[in-house]
């Protein structure tokens, strides 16, 4: 009756855990199957976060337009007003300077 020691007991003390690589050589499949699923799943959290860059972008560009045209019409109605009042003053030089002016830097 001496081999009445469970089996399971008698070369249980001794073993050791197996390391990260030997683990991963030993479920090979399961680690290329991990590394490839993490590397798309980075992969296209980096796609969604273009595709919102690029529409904050777009949205910054639409603005930068609205904000130009906005500019531009505001210079041309202060060059409007400009040319106007200085075509009250009766010598009409100012008139003719100013226009000398805005032909160089507008058009």
Known sequence: MASSAPPSKAGGGSRKPLGFMANAMKRRQSFVQFFAMTGILLLSVRSVGQKYRIHDLTED?????????GLASRMNHIKQSLLAEAALEPTGAFAARLRLLFSDGSN
């Open 61 to 69: 560009t639409e603005a930068l337009k609205e904000e130009q045209e």
